[in-house]
C-alpha cells in the first residue's frame, strides 16, 4: 500500500477500522504513523472543544450584511484590475512569442550549442 492510498483511507476510515494492509504500512512507516497520530490528536481536540450552543435564527442574515459590502468592493477592484491583467497577458504573450526561435533556427544551431549534446557530453554518452 502507498503513503498517499493510506491516509487517504485514515480521513475517511473511523479509528480501528483500517484493513490488514494498511495497519501493516503503519507499523513499517514512520511518517504515516505520524500522520496517523496527528490526525487522532486534531480529531480529539476538536471533540473536546465541541459545543451544543446553535447561533440564532438571524445569525445567517447579519453575516450575509456584513459579508455583502465587503464582496462589493473586492469584485469592483477586480472589475477595475482587468484591463490591467490583460494588458500584461497581452504584453507577456507577445515576448514568449518574439523570444522562441523558429523550428529553422533550432536545426541550424551549431552541435555546440545544442542541449542535446550538452547532455550527452556530460552524462559521459
Known amino acids: 500500500m502507498r503513503c498517499d492510498e493510506l491516509r487517504d483511507q485514515l480521513m475517511v476510515v473511523d479509528r480501528g477500522e483500517l484493513p490488514a494492509a494498511a495497519a501493516a504500512h503503519l507499523e513499517e512507516c514512520e511518517e504515516c504513523a505520524e500522520f496517523r497520530r496527528r490526525l487522532e490528536l486534531a480529531a480529539e481536540s476538536l471533540r473536546r472543544h465541541r459545543t451544543d450552543h446553535l447561533p ?47 523550428p529553422s533556427a533550432l536545426v541550424e544551431q551549431s552541435p555546440t550549442d545544442d542541449l542535446l549534446t550538452w547532455v550527452l557530453e556530460e552524462n559521459g554518452s
Do not use: H, K, M, N
Open 56 to 102: 440564532d435564527a438571524y445569525f445567517a442574515q447579519r453575516v450575509s450584511a456584513v459579508a455583502a459590502g465587503e464582496t462589493d468592493q473586492l469584485g469592483w477592484a477586480a472589475v477595475r484590475l482587468l484591463p490591467v491583467a490583460l494588458a500584461l497577458t497581452l504584453v507577456l504573450s507577445a515576448w514568449a512569442w518574439l523570444a522562441t526561435p523558429s
